[in-house]
């Protein structure tokens, strides 16, 4: 069983930028794919990010490409998400999950954090 804890989420204007981060307990993460996802109210959970278990491998929603960089320390059990050039669009909750394979599906993904809210202002 993995237990996802999300934080670092908040309020900044529209431009800025952002990192969040999430924390894994109760197993390694270095055998599992991460991936964050977000959810604008009225709207469905999409794919943002994917990292392989390694980091070597990642790939990004279209829509965060070259402003968003996932990356991960398996040493520390963690993934982070850094988020720039903030656009009032990119506000929602941003949700980490764990997967045994590298995948944009998200009911491939075994195990969710709860979420942090990203509020971008214009």
């Known amino acids: 069983q993995v237990q996802l804890v999300e934080s670092g989420g908040g309020l900044v204007q529209a431009g800025g930028s952002l990192r969040v981060s999430c924390a894994a307990s109760?197993?390694?993460?270095?055998?599992?794919?991460m991936g964050w996802f977000r959810q604008a109210p009225g709207k469905e959970r999409e794919f943002v990010a994917a990292?392989?278990?390694?980091?070597?491998?990642?790939y990004y929603a279209d829509s965060v490409k070259g402003r968003f960089t996932i990356s991960r320390d398996n040493a520390k059990n963690t993934v982070y998400l850094q988020m720039n050039s903030l656009k009032p669009e990119d506000t929602a909750v941003y949700s980490c999950a764990a997967a045994r394979i590298m995948t944009m599906s998200k009911g491939m993904y075994n195990y969710w954090g709860q979420g942090t809210q990203v509020t971008v202002s214009s």
């Open positions: 109760g197993r390694s993460l270095n055998t599992y794919a």
């Open positions: 990292i392989s278990g390694s980091g070597i491998t990642s």
